[in-house]
């Protein structure tokens, strides 16, 4: 059974940082491409930065110099770094996990950021 369990939302004021994590159980970690996707209240679900086996990231360029994608295949764990949040970011965050031929996503967390 595959699960990916985020954590680290919040309320922040504009300006703070939060970190997500996502925890992945049920796959060969190190083969998937991780990513984090938000949706914002009426809006598409969007991608926000992807980090694939070879540590290669690419973001949003809305995010681009502000976020950080990284991962710990040891910890079968994905992260995002969220440095200088403007209400803009306010979103749920989802973790996405892309294998070989499967597609996952965790259930997502609350960011808020407001003053």
């Known amino acids: 059974q595959v699960q990916l369990v985020e954590s680290g939302g919040g309320l922040v004021q504009p300006g703070g940082s939060l970190r997500l994590s996502c925890a992945a159980s049920?796959?060969?970690?190190?083969?998937?491409?991780m990513s984090w996707y938000r949706q914002a209240p009426g809006k598409q679900r969007e991608l926000v930065a992807g980090?694939?086996?070879?540590?290669?990231?690419n973001y949003a360029d809305s995010v681009k110099g502000r976020f950080t994608i990284s991962r710990d295949n040891a910890k079968n764990t994905v992260y995002l770094q969220m440095n200088s949040l403007k209400p803009e970011d306010t979103a749920v965050y989802y973790c996405n996990a892309v294998g070989a031929i499967k597609n996952h996503w965790g259930q997502g967390t609350q960011v808020t950021v407001s003053s």
């Open positions: 049920g796959i060969v970690f190190r083969l998937y491409v």
């Open positions: 980090i694939n086996s070879g540590d290669t990231t």
